[in-house]
């Protein structure tokens, strides 16, 4: 039987367009706000301000003002403040593993002006570091924030970063104990909230630089199959590029994980994925043009919600990775819909729609739509 090209609304029939992740939150000492002129005492300031906790013998107290220092779990992370009482005047400065990350002054009564003033915008220095820290460790591509994007931050957390997980079929139950463990640990330092959309993404293989059974359509058809656990929009297709290469293409649909966490938290929170197997750790021995297809991304705060898409080759140039991430239709909504789908569902909810994807997927592979063979 002849494969014939599938419409992704026939295909995901059955298959919810979100599911929720549990939310994380630290366990952070309660404290009393008091406007910042009238402090006193260091119990009087947040306990956890941007990339630390509160060094309360840093804390420094006057007639004219006050300064203290927020001490982060990585060597040379810090944060300082000084407020000026008469001026009204606060000043922020931040240091993450030895890189300054600028400072700002405002005049006000809380935290809130001068945070959002650090990260306007978010400090590139530390997006080189993060992304060369990250991807000789993990197999992951960081993605810039870009000029037109909106930065987004939290109070008291900080600027705002995205990971992105391709989750296949058989991980999403997976994904969401680690997100059940992750809400209970005491170790957790930082906010974690994600969401899984169904997504549509596309493969394409170099020819003449991928593996040779990835020039074969059923071949690949089957392994993309097999791989992620949901049928390919059907057979692979032969496209020919400007600059006379060619590349046979898979579109897939695939769950993509959305997980927000303060730039602080992310690197514990890709180990925490890791541990799982849900981000995989470079292997200096593998080829890792290998599997590319399931590698993760880290990206600016809502990146799955003001982004059109992302792409990347890997370090071989053998195929090329590409996301959609919103239609138009989609980014004139702003997401707003998406993120209540999941915000509103409960744990039990979640789990359910993860037993109904487990069920396409195997309807799916009962059913063997129009495919055969193998790597042969």
């Known amino acids: 039987m002849a494969v014939q090209s599938i419409s992704p609304e026939d295909l995901s029939r059955g298959l919810p367009p979100v599911i929720g992740l549990p939310r994380c939150l630290p366990n952070r000492p309660a404290y009393r706000k008091t406007p910042l002129g009238e402090v006193l005492a260091a119990e009087e300031l947040p306990p956890y301000l941007l990339l630390g906790s509160l060094d309360r013998s840093t804390f420094q107290c006057s007639d004219t003002g006050w300064s203290a220092r927020w001490i982060g779990g990585v060597p040379e992370t810090y944060v300082d403040a000084k407020f000026n009482r008469r001026e009204r005047r606060l000043e922020l400065r931040q240091v993450w593993r030895g890189i300054d990350g600028g400072y700002s002054i405002s005049t006000a009564d809380d935290f809130g002006r001068a945070i959002q003033l650090l990260y306007l915008p978010f400090p590139e220095s530390w997006d080189r570091a993060m992304a060369e820290r990250l991807e000789a460790s993990y197999r992951l591509k960081c993605l810039a924030q870009q000029p037109d994007a909106v930065a987004f931050t939290g109070i008291p957390d900080g600027g705002l970063k995205t990971i992105c997980v391709p989750v296949r079929v058989r991980e999403l139950a997976d994904l969401h104990q680690c997100f059940e463990e992750m809400s209970g640990d005491p170790r957790l330092t930082a906010p974690v909230a ?145 993120m209540m789908g999941a915000t509103v569902q409960t744990e039990a909810q979640a789990r359910a729609l993860i037993e109904q994807v487990v069920s396409v997927s195997a309807l799916q592979r009962a059913s063997r739509i129009g495919w055969a063979g193998g790597h042969g």
């Open 194 to 338: 994600g969401r899984l959309e169904l997504r549509v993404g596309t493969i394409n293989y170099v020819v003449g630089r991928s593996p040779a059974w990835t020039q074969n359509p059923r071949a690949l058809f089957a392994a993309s199959f097999e791989a992620g656990g949901l049928l390919p929009l059907g057979l692979p297709q032969l496209e020919h590029g400007k600059d006379g290469s060619s590349a046979w293409t898979v579109r897939r649909l695939v769950y993509l994980a959305s997980i927000g966490v303060p730039f602080a938290g992310v690197e514990s929170v890709v180990e925490r994925l890791a541990e799982r197997g849900l981000v995989r750790r470079c292997d200096p021995d593998a080829n890792h043009a290998s599997d590319i297809e399931f590698d993760a991304f880290v990206g600016p705060c809502a990146i799955e919600l003001q982004g059109r898409s992302v792409a990347w080759m890997d370090a071989q140039a053998t195929r090329r990775v590409f996301y959609l991430l919103n239609s138009d239709e989609e980014l004139a909504k702003g997401g707003h819909e998406r």
